[in-house]
């Protein structure tokens, strides 16, 4: 079983920037790809940003240029660097960890997410 815990959430002005964190621990063999997902009441849940094993990331359009995802192989981590924070950005975020273990599971392993909150 692979563990997912996120960190780094919190209140920032609009303008502001945060950081979040997810570190995957566990039985892993490898780590296929860490993405950051977001939530609002209401909607649901939808990708920001995801970097696979081999470094290649992909941003939703409305975070584009604002947000940078970032990996750490050695420590199992994923940060998504999020700059320029909008209230629209308010939502909590949830780390997705897709990894090999004893098996594959293809949805992948859930941390229980970080609220972020975005005052205008």
């Known amino acids: 079983q692979v563990q997912v815990v996120e960190s780094g959430g919190g209140l920032v002005q609009a303008g502001g920037s945060l950081r979040l964190s997810c570190a995957a621990s566990?039985?892993?063999?490898?780590?296929?790809?860490m993405a950051w997902y977001r939530q609002t009441p209401g909607k649901q849940r939808e990708l920001v940003s995801i970097i696979t094993d081999d470094g290649i990331t992909n941003y939703a359009d409305s975070v584009k240029g604002r947000f940078t995802i970032a990996r750490d192989n050695a420590k199992n981590t994923v940060y998504l660097q999020m700059n320029s924070l909008r209230s629209g950005d308010t939502a909590v975020y949830y780390c997705?960890?897709?990894?090999?273990?004893?098996?594959?599971?293809?949805?992948?392993?859930w941390g229980q997410g970080t609220q972020v909150t975005v005052s205008s």
């Open positions: 997705n960890v897709r990894a090999m273990t004893t098996t594959w599971v293809q949805g992948g392993y």
């Open positions: 566990g039985s892993i063999f490898s780590i296929k790809s």
